[in-house]
């Protein structure tokens, strides 16, 4: 099967600086990948090139068949980004912000309204954007990704400001991507937590994908698979493992 | 979805956050208003001298307002990474482009209707033939609301942001200015005939540059 996102030493510069310096990366459809590394890693810049807001500028990147080289926006209507900004305006309530993502995306304005109940915000879905709290901007950055069905999900720090609920919120999220045929990219500082849901970790180092980590998630999901194989069972990897270099 | 609505959606959340927001009733339109104030001032000596060249400030006036619509339309898409979200959201670069210049445009038409009373109150202008009057008023107002619209995105593009928007957009805007006052002159003077060349001019302008717009504006919302 064609992987989501194929990346092959793609390299980003912002002004001259290489924010990304070469990166290899594969995502499948199903699986939730959480990108670790410190600030200036290169994780936003990452799930920036993938949604195709910044240039390739050099190696190769395909995300839901499309070339990056070539086309940076005929894969967008596939795709949700929840950035470090809501994408939203100010001066709209929260089910116009919705409404307008939602039918800017030629989905019905039923998906806004189930969205706005996915993630909690039913009851503030006539406050405008500037009157919300930053949990409930993530919120309802969330929603409107949500409301677009998307193929891809993009998170940039997505746990920032949430609240307990809205963490859980965003856990069913990421939980119910494997069943709803999605591939999530989780750039985050909250390891714990999201290594807990991811199936796969990347590690990024000075732009670099310098690792793999094999979470929880995946090995269980590796050991069923196994399991479920003739010849039995696959010896376990600890989780945390540092498995396979990307590069 | 067809192009006309996406461009509709577009220009109906720019008029949303307009009509909320209240900036062109509550800024824009006051500082025109105060404009023609300044240049009453100025001529007030000859009221004739006003009256002779009332279509001219009358231009000027909305052009400067024009800066300022242009500049709040690209604004409003700065704040919360909106434009980003634009360029995600899967509408059609042309209809991102027709949908905002609308909406400038429909803010500038009714900024020009309250103009148009301050001028006849303030200059003691008489107005002639209605017909070459409003048609121009429109045709202009298409044309500079589609420039404004594409020099704005120009503008963003460029990092200087919207103090770069009246050194773009300015000089590529006089052709209107000269024949919207043009027009008016001969259209308030009640010789329509004179007018419809003018007329002819701004209907040229506005189809040249809203279609480079549409054209063009993907491309540098992508630069953005």
Same mark, same amino acid.
């Given at each position: 099967?064609q992987?989501v996102?194929?990346?092959r030493?793609a390299?980003?510069?912002?002004? =001259?600086f ?5 990166? @290899?990366?594969d995502?499948? &459809? ?7 590394g410190?600030n200036?890693?290169?994780?936003t810049?990452?799930? =920036?090139l993938?949604?195709?807001l ?11 068949g ?17 950035? $470090? ?18 039918r ?8 806004? @309204? ?9 009851? &503030? ?7 919300? &709290?930053?949990?409930?901007r993530?919120?309802l ?5 949500? &409301? =677009? @069905?998307?193929r ?10 949430? @609240?307990?609920e ?6 069913a999220?990421l ?6 045929n ?6 985050? $500082?909250?390891l ?18 310098t ?7 995946? =090995?269980s999901e ?8 003739p ?5 376990g990897?600890?989780?945390g493992?540092?498995?396979?270099p990307?590069? | 979805m ?7 959606l577009?220009?109906?959340?720019d ?5 909320r927001?209240?900036?062109?009733? *509550? ?14 001032f100025?001529?007030?000596p000859?009221? %004739?001298?006003l ?6 400030l009358?231009?000027?006036t909305?052009?400067l307002?024009a800066?300022l ?8 898409e700065?704040?919360?990474?909106a ?9 059609d670069?042309?209809a991102?482009?027709? #949908?905002k210049?609308?909406a400038?445009?429909v *803010?500038?038409?009714?900024?020009e209707?309250?103009?148009s ?6 200059f003691?202008?008489?107005? %002639?033939?209605i017909?070459?009057?409003?048609l ?5 107002t298409v044309?500079?609301?589609a420039?404004?619209?594409?020099y ?6 460029s %990092? ?11 000089p ?7 024949a ?8 308030i003077?009640?010789v329509?005939? *004179?007018s ?8 040229i ?5 809203t279609?480079? #717009?549409?054209?063009?504006f %993907? ?6």
């Open positions: 099967m992987p996102v194929r990346l030493s390299v980003c510069l912002l002004g =001259r290489p924010a990304l310096a070469g990166v @290899d990366l995502v499948e &459809s199903g699986e939730v990948i959480l990108l670790s410190g200036g890693a290169g994780k810049t990452l799930l =920036r993938i949604a195709g910044v240039r390739l500028h050099e190696g190769e990147a395909e995300v839901l499309h070339d990056l080289a070539h086309d940076r926006s005929s894969h967008r209507h596939e795709l949700a980004f929840v950035g $470090h900004e809501t994408f939203c305006y100010d001066d709209l309530t929260v089910r116009e912000n919705l409404v307008f993502a939602t800017a995306a030629g989905a019905d304005v039923a998906a806004a @309204d189930a969205a706005l109940e996915r993630v909690g915000l039913e009851r &503030s879905a006539g406050v405008t954007h500037a009157r919300l &709290s930053a949990g409930q993530r919120r950055a969330l929603a409107v990704a949500l &409301s =677009r @069905d998307p891809l999900l993009l998170l940039d720090e997505p746990h920032a400001g949430l @609240d307990v809205g963490r859980g919120v965003l856990d999220v939980q119910a991507s494997a069943s709803e999605r591939a999530v990219l989780v750039a985050s $500082h909250e714990d937590r999201t290594r807990a849901l991811a199936t796969r970790e990347v590690v990024l180092t000075a732009g670099q994908a690792g793999t980590i094999v979470t929880a998630t995946e =090995r590796g050991a069923r698979r196994s399991n479920e194989r010849g039995g069972r696959r010896p990897i600890p989780a493992e540092r498995v396979r990307e590069r | 067809s192009l006309v609505r996406e461009a509709s577009v220009a109906g959340k008029l949303r956050i307009e009509a927001s209240r900036v062109t009733a *509550e800024q824009i339109l006051p500082f025109g208003l105060v404009v023609l104030l300044l240049f009453a100025a001529l007030d000859d009221r %004739g001298v009256r002779d060249v009332a279509p001219g009358f231009w000027v909305v052009l307002a800066l619509a242009v500049s709040r339309s690209f604004a409003i700065a704040a919360n990474g434009r980003d979200g634009l360029r995600l959201s899967g509408l670069p042309a991102i482009f027709l #949908g210049a609308a400038v445009a *803010e500038l038409l009714a900024l209707a309250v103009l009373v301050g001028v006849i109150v303030l003691d202008v008489a107005l %002639g033939s017909a070459p009057i409003v121009g008023a429109f045709l202009a044309g500079i609301a420039t404004g619209t594409l704005g995105v120009l503008a963003a593009s %990092g200087a942001r919207e103090t770069l928007v009246p050194v773009l957009l300015l590529v805007v006089s052709p209107v200015l000269l919207a006052t043009r027009a008016w002159e001969a259209a003077d009640d329509p005939s *004179e419809w060349p003018w007329i002819g001019l701004l209907a302008f506005a189809v040249l540059y279609s480079i #717009g549409t054209l063009a %993907g491309s540098l919302l992508e630069e953005a």
